[in-house]
């Protein structure tokens, strides 16, 4: 597994970097934040970002992809992440369509997968049930019937929910409550009779929903995989979301701490640079070597989804939780680096800091990934 960047994929990481600063900067979400946009993105900014070819980087040829590899997707998360860019780049490109790509039938694909490419179909996986991530922990039925199943239950924290057309529903057809076997993934539109939706704002000024199902009707045919066997797709196409998101924290971490690098060097107090002092000194250091520590993980993570999906859960784990930590730390100091404006809305700095707190609940915390590296390992 190569740990740096083909010719080719940096020059996908400049061509997004440049696009990205040039119409889709900070201000942007800022102006989303402020203006209470009902949609939480920008269509034409999303458009423009599917006729590059972003929405469908890892996909197949034949369904309208580029099939370029994950390690192309994470460059341009990476530099979604350094100006925290809001679109369905997320939830539909990596998630949504991860999970029709590897379990669903060939109808789907020829009929999805196209339309997600072509950015003209927006996707939201509806797991959640609780306040922290239990992905096996799923109380929301699926009840057969006839050639149709019955859909009850609510979900929390579905990313993107309130805007996507279709939703990757997680259900229980069978089994305990916590079990992994029983559970099956269903295609449902999200204006289906019965589906309520309550769009949430959170702290980062990104989009997820509480999404309820009562006695919502679903087609057979919308079964993404086999019936009872959905955790067969659910657990590649979460760890390749991990692998996705920690991409984006990357970036978050980079800009955050190249902003406050920058700032160390023209902050004067008692009448020197502050970045001339020692013990803060100090601190920038240790992080930049946690910075390329994390860069060596990530990508090797990110190499791992195409070139050896077997390694995929460990290095997903690993990876989730050195960026969660890398994140968590980068945007800590930046705050307390900038004093008492980086608690300030008017200083960009404090956005990071929120997504960074976000980012790191998606698809589990810390402590999740350090039990399940272990558990993977035997411990």
Same mark, same amino acid.
């Given at each position: 597994? *190569?740990?740096?960047?083909?010719?080719?994929?940096?020059?996908?990481?400049?061509?997004?970097?440049?696009?990205?600063?040039?119409?889709?900067?900070?201000?942007?979400?800022?102006?989303?934040?402020?203006?209470?946009?009902?949609?939480?993105?920008?269509?034409?900014?999303?458009?423009? &970002?599917?006729?590059?070819?972003?929405?469908?980087?890892?996909?197949?040829?034949?369904?309208?992809?580029?099939?370029?590899?994950?390690?192309?997707?994470?460059?341009?998360?990476? =530099?979604?992440?350094?100006?925290?860019?809001?679109?369905?780049?997320?939830?539909?490109?990596?998630?949504?369509? /991860?999970?029709?790509?590897? %379990?669903?039938?060939?109808?789907?694909?020829?009929?999805?997968?196209?339309?997600?490419?072509?950015?003209?179909?927006?996707?939201?996986? *509806?797991?959640?049930?609780?306040?922290?991530?239990?992905? $096996?922990?799923?109380? +929301?039925?699926?009840?057969?019937?006839?050639?149709?199943?019955?859909?009850?239950? /609510?979900?929390?924290?579905?990313?993107?929910?309130?805007?996507? =057309?279709?939703?990757?529903?997680?259900?229980?057809? /069978?089994?305990?409550?916590?079990?992994?076997?029983?559970?099956?993934?269903?295609?449902?539109?999200?204006?289906?009779?019965?589906?309520?939706?309550?769009? $949430?704002?959170?702290?980062?000024?990104?989009?997820?929903?509480?999404?309820?199902?009562?006695?919502?009707?679903?087609?057979?045919?919308?079964?993404?995989?086999?019936?009872?066997?959905?955790?067969?797709?659910? =657990?590649?196409?979460?760890?390749?979301?991990?692998?996705?998101?920690?991409?984006?924290?990357?970036?978050?971490?980079?800009?955050?701490?190249?902003?406050?690098?920058?700032?160390?060097?023209?902050?004067?107090?008692?009448?020197?640079?502050?970045?001339?002092?020692?013990?803060?000194?100090?601190?920038?250091?240790?992080?930049?070597?946690?910075?390329?520590?994390?860069?060596?993980?990530?990508?090797?993570?990110?190499?791992?989804?195409?070139?050896?999906?077997?390694?995929?859960?460990?290095?997903?784990?690993?990876?989730? *939780?050195?960026?969660?930590?890398?994140?968590?730390?980068?945007?800590?100091?930046?705050?307390? &680096?900038?004093? %008492?404006?980086?608690?300030?809305?008017?200083?960009?700095?404090?956005?990071?800091?929120?997504?960074?707190?976000?980012?790191?609940?998606?698809?589990?915390? +810390?402590?999740?990934?350090?039990?399940?590296?272990?558990?993977?390992?035997?411990?």
């Amino acid at each position: 597994m *190569a740990l740096v960047l083909t010719e080719e994929q940096r020059l996908l990481q400049d061509t997004a970097k440049d696009f990205l600063a040039n119409n889709a900067p900070v201000a942007a979400l800022r102006k989303l934040r402020d203006e209470k946009d009902p949609l939480g993105y920008s269509p034409d900014l999303w458009q423009q &970002m599917a006729e590059m070819g972003w929405a469908s980087i890892i996909l197949p040829e034949a369904y309208g992809g580029l099939e370029f590899g994950f390690l192309g997707l994470g460059v341009v998360l990476e =530099e979604s992440g350094r100006t925290l860019a809001a679109s369905p780049l997320f939830a539909s490109a990596v998630v949504g369509a /991860s999970a029709i790509l590897l %379990g669903g039938s060939e109808e789907q694909k020829q009929a999805l997968l196209p339309a997600i490419a072509g950015g003209e179909l927006t996707l939201a996986l *509806a797991l959640e049930e609780s306040n922290h991530h239990r992905p $096996t922990q799923i109380s +929301t039925t699926a009840t057969a019937q006839g050639d149709s199943f019955v859909l009850n239950g /609510s979900k929390c924290f579905v990313l993107d929910g309130h805007s996507a =057309e279709q939703l990757i529903v997680v259900a229980r057809t /069978s089994g305990g409550d916590r079990d992994s076997s029983g559970l099956t993934l269903l295609l449902v539109e999200r204006d289906t009779a019965g589906v309520s939706c309550q769009r $949430t704002i959170l702290m980062d000024s990104r989009n997820a929903a509480d999404i309820t199902f009562d006695n919502v009707t679903v087609p057979a045919a919308n079964v993404i995989g086999q019936v009872d066997r959905g955790w067969e797709v659910l =657990e590649p196409v979460l760890d390749r979301g991990r692998v996705a998101i920690a991409a984006e924290m990357m970036g978050v971490a980079l800009e955050a701490f190249e902003r406050t690098t920058a700032y160390l060097k023209e902050r004067e107090q008692f009448g020197q640079l502050i970045g001339s002092f020692q013990a803060l000194q100090h601190r920038q250091a240790h992080i930049q070597s946690e910075v390329e520590l994390c860069r060596s993980v990530l990508l090797q993570a990110l190499s791992t989804v195409d070139d050896a999906p077997q390694e995929l859960p460990l290095l997903a784990s690993l990876a989730k *939780a050195k960026l969660n930590e890398l994140a968590k730390r980068v945007t800590n100091e930046a705050v307390q &680096m900038h004093g %008492g404006i980086g608690v300030t809305d008017e200083l960009d700095i404090g956005f990071f800091l929120k997504r960074a707190r976000v980012a790191m609940q998606v698809f589990g915390d +810390t402590g999740y990934h350090k039990d399940r590296y272990a558990t993977l390992c035997g411990y």
